[in-house]
């Protein structure tokens, strides 16, 4: 299974920006898809997911701002993101699960190689 992120890059603060995950091997619908980030010096943190039952769920400092989305037919999720702040700044990496449930952990089957977003201030 292989997981290819894009989509980061610079935007100012208040800015909006859309990750995209295309995702090949197994079908997103039938696994627990999630973003995760890693801010210099920091820990992998949850961001959002999906279940393979599609719920969403999302971390404390992003709910009203990201929005974690998919396209079947694509084999994609997206994350969605606005209102952007500098602390928003990561490293962020899409994952799978194999189990189909919600997890916000780090214990994922499946990586990314990671794409880079940097807000200003």
């Known amino acids: 299974v292989q997981l290819q992120a894009s989509g980061g890059g610079l935007v100012q603060a208040g800015g909006s920006l859309r990750l995209s995950c295309t995702v090949a091997g197994r079908t997103i619908s039938s696994i627990t898809t999630a973003w995760f980030r890693q801010a210099p010096g920091k820990e992998h943190e949850f961001v959002a997911a999906f279940s393979g039952f599609g719920d969403s769920y999302y971390a ?3 709910k009203g701002r990201f929005t974690i989305a998919r396209d079947n037919a694509k084999n ?3 994350l ?3 209102s952007l702040k500098p602390e928003d700044t990561a490293v962020y990496y ?3 699960r194999r189990d189909g449930h919600y997890y916000n952990g780090i214990l994922y089957d499946y990586w990314g190689q990671g794409t880079v977003v940097t807000v200003s201030s």
């Open 76 to 78: 994609t999720i997206f």
């Open 60 to 62: 404390d400092s992003v």
């Open 80 to 82: 969605e993101m606005s």
């Open 94 to 96: 899409c994952a799978g």
